[in-house]
């Protein structure tokens, strides 16, 4: 009947409601112990403590807002104190998330006890509206400005006692519950957001560290799993075909050296099978090469792109409208990122067409690639041992270069993936 976000912004409201007079009278607390104990420097450890007691509550809000408003906040980062008790005080004291922390409490209490109570009112009086004819009766009888006895709810000075007005009521109350209540829903929603992301959230300079921090360690992540690779894979089949080969061709040689193959046929043989080594350890570097710069990208960044999508069991529409040529760094991420995509959607989504969009935003080079498929893609969070599951690999080689991910995936499709990184634009 109603959208699931509908349900989860009214889930906030009404959980929060609790964690928010518990901050108020955390608040409440703070103020009356702190600011009276700050004048000696033990009352200023206390004061401090008190304060930045404020953390604990900004941090289960911040939780509930991303399990409930869909909204991830990244936490502000608070400086590493130095010295004894009375610096770490200090540093608290001093230290403007913190203070912002702070002030969520009481601005907290009041976004959230608004929003219950403007929820709830709205949800009781259009479920009341509907359900009148039941519960209207059991009201006692009133006498009217018309003299008459009347038993029934008034709206607008009108009482609510004949079939025909009751029907117009419970229509009121339908379109209240259906369309008023889920618009009031959102928009406090929204204003629950919003207070959150100021209030709660790191500032821009934090939010733009975190994310380089995180696209650093993205990066080092990513050169190191494929340095492995290549080693695991030059070490078990490359390698260890060139050690065959090399004892293939150690037989040949003391068979020729001690003349034990007279007619040549045992040597011939080992040869032979040599030079079929030589071949596959060939292919193999050349596949090796391959995943690390794939050939027809010398081509361009459409070339490579086509052939990507000639390769899927289903129709495949490709448009590049790039005027500038992307780095090299770009293409290989677009190429392997697309072909990902791809790879996903013939294995899961049962598609039987695609699209993939390439064109350049600005600074960025986006791509958005939309199936027809059963949809439910999404970005799962990584598995204990540390490896990612879903689409969260392509996240982690997109933060490497300060690439966004974006998915819409609602059950029974379609699917669009948007993914965009900056260009490095190359003449």
Known sequence: MFAASTWRQFAFHAAHLPIAIGAVTWFALAVGIGVPSAVTWFGLIVTAFLVGGSAWFAAVTRRMSAALLGQEVVAPTMRQPRGG???RATTRLTDGSTWRAFAYLVVGFVVT????AISVSVLVSAVGALSHSVWGRFLPEQTGSDGLQHRGAQFL???????????????VG???????????????????RAVIRSMLGADPRQRRLAEVTASRDAAVMDADTTLRRIERELHDGTQARLVGLAMTLGDAR??????????GSGVDALVAQAHASTKEALVE??????????????????????????????????RVELPVRPSPVVEGIVYFGVLELLTNVSKHAGATAATVDVASEGPELVVTVVDDGVGGAHVSLPRPDGQGTGLVGLLERLRAVDGTLEVESPAGGPTTVRLAVPSGRSA
Not at 113 to 116: G, K, L
Not at 159 to 167: E, G, K, N, S
Not at 254 to 263: E, G, P, T, W
């Open 254 to 263: 003391d068979r020729l050296r001690n003349r034990q193959d007279a007619d």
């Open 85 to 87: 008790p009375l610096a």
């Open 157 to 171: 000075g009108v009482f609510v006692d004949t079939v025909p007005l009751q029907i117009a009521f419970a229509a």
């Open 174 to 192: 339908l379109v209240v519950l259906v369309a008023v209540w889920p618009a009031v829903n959102h928009g406090l929603g929204s204003l629950q």
């Open 285 to 318: 570097l050349r596949a090796l090469a391959r995943g690390i710069h794939p050939p027809v990208l010398d081509e361009g960044l459409e070339a490579g792109l086509a052939s990507a999508c000639s390769r899927t069991p289903f129709p495949v529409t490709l």
């Open 113 to 116: 006890t608004a929003s219950f």
